[in-house]
């Protein structure tokens, strides 16, 4: 009789972590006249099903601006788009739901909204917070009718640049389109 060798194997089945995607994001702005560019970047978003979060999670954004499209890329949803990092452009007036959808490898998700506003910016330029910019002379579409606010030269824009405090003043600048 030949002895008989018996090898055991351990196998161990461990439970996937539990919990979902722990959300953590960004946003550049919320409100602002139209149009509107907002950013959001979700990099600080965790989860316990992985050490490596922005690799391993899904990131889907739905920024609610239904019928978004872009001028050069016929057929792509614009009011869509995948990864970390979000951006959108809301040329409309009114309020908006950003939507982040995070899924890890378990399939656990996490919903976050982000509530955007984007203001009518005539009314946010009213008066003499809008300066027009036309070397043709041309201020027939400008919507202050106010002459000292026509600028016709790239001389009088510099100027008035200068009279100007960014960080305080709201104004907007619109230039003549089709003129260099």
Do not use: Q
């Not at 919320?30 to 965790?46: N, R």
């Not at 316990?48 to 016929?74: C, H, K, M, Q």
């Not at 506003?117 to 027939?140: H, M, N, Q, R, Y």
């Not at 016709?152 to 305080?168: C, G, I, K, V």
């Amino acid at each position: 009789m030949g002895k008989t060798r018996v090898r055991w194997a351990v196998a161990a089945v461990l439970a996937p972590p539990v919990g979902n995607p722990v959300i953590s994001y960004t946003v550049s702005r919320i409100t602002g006249p139209a149009p509107l560019g907002v950013m959001i970047d979700a990099t600080a978003t965790t989860s316990p099903a992985t050490s490596s979060p922005f690799d391993e999670l899904s990131y889907v954004w739905d920024y609610g601006d239904i019928g978004a499209t872009f001028d050069n890329r016929a057929g792509v949803d614009a009011n869509k788009s995948r990864g970390p990092l979000g951006g959108h452009v809301y040329e409309g007036i009114g309020d908006n739901t950003i939507t982040l959808y995070v899924m890890d490898n378990n399939l656990n998700v996490s919903i976050e909204e982000i509530e955007v506003t984007t203001l009518d910016p005539d009314i946010v330029f009213a008066g003499d917070k809008t300066f027009c910019v036309s070397e043709a002379g041309d201020f027939s579409a400008c919507p202050n009718p106010n002459a000292s606010n026509h600028l016709s030269s790239m001389a009088d824009f510099e100027d008035e640049l200068e009279n100007h405090n960014f960080t305080t003043d709201t104004v907007r600048f619109l230039y003549r389109a089709s003129e260099t």
